[in-house]
């Protein structure tokens, strides 16, 4: 009884290690979505034409989709509001504070991920933003802003916080240039060029 015992253990330890167990790095090449927020801090800059005019930094969220094309390669969709204060400065005294763009920037990237296995996952993309202004305040509620379209790069990385959930950290620059205009004639060029920082929480799915 106790040989027939034994044979039976040995064969369900055989049994046991014969069925191929789900590790967390099978469990996420079997995803092919992962969709991201993040909380961002987008730079700003002081190059216009004429000289003067000032945009200044946007804080924000932002959010994200990606798709595995294979192995090492995804696509991103990426999109964000920014609000960004514009000043023009004065010879003398406080600056005119000419109101706010609200910025909406969809960002088209094709990523490469250099390692596919492990709970570390770096990243670098590159594509290309449309920015559109889609509101205004105070004085540049009267004036035109166009749309900007322009390429864009990325780099970041994914840190597993379990099967399906993730960490992010992604630092992304695009080229954007605000021309404001009155009836047509143009009064000012606000050359951004922002470089955005991000950290958020994603889910694979």
Not at 4 to 9: E, P, V
Not at 76 to 99: I, K, W, Y
Not at 186 to 203: C, E, Q, R, T
Request: aromatic share 10%; hydrophobic share 40%; glycine share 10%.
């Amino acid at each position: 009884m106790s040989t027939f015992r034994s044979r039976t253990i040995c064969m369900l330890v055989l049994i046991t290690a014969a069925v191929p167990s789900s590790s967390p790095a099978s469990e996420q090449a079997e995803k092919h979505w992962v969709f991201t927020t993040r909380l961002f801090l987008s730079g700003s800059s002081d190059h216009s034409e004429p000289d003067g005019f000032s945009i200044y930094s946007s804080l924000g969220l932002e959010a994200s989709a990606v798709r595995r094309m294979g192995s090492h390669w995804s696509a991103e969709a990426c999109v964000r509001t920014e609000s960004r204060e514009v000043d023009e400065e004065q010879p003398f005294g406080p600056a005119n504070r000419l109101g706010s763009l609200e910025l909406l920037p969809v960002t088209l990237t094709a990523r490469y991920a250099p390692f596919i296995s492990g709970g570390f996952q770096p990243y670098a993309g590159a594509g290309a933003c449309l920015t559109v202004a889609w509101e205004k305040s105070g004085v540049l509620d009267s004036l035109d802003v166009g749309a900007h379209f322009g390429p864009a790069a990325q780099l970041g990385f994914d840190l597993a916080l379990g099967s399906n959930a993730l960490f992010n950290f992604d630092l992304r620059w695009n080229t954007l240039t605000c021309n404001i205009k009155n009836n047509g004639v143009s009064l000012a060029k606000l050359k951004v060029d922002p470089l955005s920082l991000g950290v958020g929480v994603g889910f694979r799915l």
